[in-house]
T-cell receptor
């Protein structure tokens, strides 16, 4: 039962252009969403998050958009840089105490082409 | 570096042996989570602990796996009588609060290989 889905296993984007990574979820109880970036042989690094009461959150080159009615979120990276090449994981959780586990998607491997 | 520390980074065991994975959370964090990542898959939740308490172990296999987070010392994930299918990367994360907007911060993982 894959409650968080990243349907694109890989994505290639030219340096300087916009990278858009997508994520869909099925559980309407999720109310907090996070994006993590992962390099090989390292742990996931937190990038940006969004609460279900918002539809957009921006931090520098990274913006996350949430469409609750469609149960869809996306991560925009602009402009894309070579150091952005990594695997990106979307994660979701229910915010109530005692329900803090993160449910991850399977990841999208982003390659930035110089 | 005050990040989440996991050791060992790599662990090789033969079938039937025990594996012990350690995790020291970030300073000031009292919540610890363990996740497992199989090749080409996302991370799967195993267990959530606070000091001396297991809060949620819904992702933990019922047999051979156990976790603790004692009052003093690191959190330990213990796998008894390991089998080939236990080969995976095991990640620990910590957070300062169990609720609200605190993201979980991850260690670099322990890569467990079963011969």
């Amino acid at each position: 039962d894959q409650q968080v889905k990243q349907n694109s296993p890989s994505l290639s984007v030219q340096e300087g252009r916009i990278s858009i990574l997508n994520c869909d979820y099925t559980n309407s109880m999720f109310d907090y969403f996070l994006w993590y970036k992962k390099y090989p042989a390292e742990g996931p690094t937190f990038l940006i998050s969004i609460s279900s009461i918002k539809d957009k959150n921006e931090d520098g080159r990274f913006t996350v958009f949430l469409n609750k009615s469609a149960k869809h979120l996306s991560l925009h990276i602009v402009p894309s840089q070579p150091g952005d090449s990594a695997v990106y994981f979307c994660a979701a959780r229910k915010g109530n105490f005692g329900n803090e586990k993160l449910t991850f998607g399977t990841g999208t491997r982003l390659t930035i082409i110089p | 570096n005050a990040g989440v520390m996991q050791n060992p980074r790599h662990l090789v065991r033969r079938r039937g042996q025990e594996a012990r994975l350690r995790c020291s959370p970030m300073k000031g964090h009292s919540h610890v989570y363990w996740y497992r990542q199989l090749p080409e898959e996302g991370l799967k939740f195993m267990v959530y602990l606070q000091k001396e308490n297991i809060i949620d172990e819904s992702g933990m296999p019922k047999e051979r796996f156990s976790a603790e987070f004692p009052k003093e010392g690191p959190s330990i994930l213990r796998i008894q009588q390991v089998v080939r299918g236990d080969s995976a990367a095991y990640f620990c994360a910590s957070s300062p609060s169990g609720a609200g907007g605190s993201p979980q911060h991850f260690g670099d993982g322990t890569r467990l290989s079963i011969l």
